[in-house]
């Protein structure tokens, strides 16, 4: 079955650190791996997606087959990051987002 | 920049009413969406909608729930008898193609 993992239900980090936002995922074919960002009292927005291999303020993420991980990650994390990010897989063009639980990022000075 | 736009944005019904979620997708996209998230829980999938039917539903989605684009413009989601526990926050999206879900702001349904 599809599955998006989340392990981390809050991610504290002061201002300046790394930042790591793990994922894991279960699928058995190909999927297409997104990033989505919700920040306070704001609608999900779209941060990256692996197909792109961009990078979008400042985060990146590297989809690992072998790992079946897609991290989303930022060297030096600013207290305007704090927000819930989803990490989500799709199949196909057209179909269902698959999210997971997501992680609270909070960032202080 | 192109918005999908949902209304209400608070939604309180007693058990067992009817509820009738609007959305307006974005006008060049193709692809409709219902996601759901309860308080505390993740964001789940409820159906998605194409060429006028719709092409894909969870289990959540069961008779109780339809969807209509009754005209060229918007897009609802209908709750027949609503129960306590589809007290939720309910996401409406749409995309032009896999790399371009826009959500909207959601309707915080409280059915008490």
């Known amino acids: 079955a599809q599955r998006v993992t989340q392990p981390e239900k809050l991610l504290s980090v002061f201002k300046g650190a790394p930042v790591e936002l793990k994922c894991n995922y279960s699928y058995s074919g190909s999927p297409e791996l997104f990033w989505y960002v919700q920040y306070s009292r704001q609608r999900l927005q779209l941060l990256l997606r692996h197909i792109s291999r961009e990078s979008i303020k400042g985060f990146t993420a590297d989809l690992n087959k072998g790992e079946t991980s897609f991290h989303l990650k930022k060297p030096f994390a600013q207290e305007e990051d704090s927000a819930m990010y989803y990490c989500a897989l799709s199949d196909q063009a057209g179909t269902a987002l698959i999210f997971g639980k997501g992680t609270t990022l909070s960032v202080s000075s | 920049e192109p918005e999908v736009t949902q209304t209400p944005s608070h939604q309180v019904t007693q058990m067992g009413q009817e509820v009738i979620l609007r959305c307006v997708p974005i006008s060049n996209h193709l692809y409709f969406y219902w996601y759901r998230q309860i308080l505390g829980q993740k964001v789940e999938f409820l159906v998605s909608f194409y060429n006028n039917e719709i092409s894909e539903k969870s289990e959540i989605f069961d008779d109780q729930f339809s969807v209509e684009r009754p005209d060229g413009s918007n897009f609802t989601l209908k709750i027949r008898s609503t129960k306590l526990e589809d007290s939720a926050m309910y996401f409406c999206?749409?995309?032009?193609?896999?790399?371009?879900?826009?959500f909207g702001s959601g309707t915080r349904l409280t059915v008490v």
């Open positions: 999206a749409s995309s032009r193609s896999l790399y371009g879900y826009t």
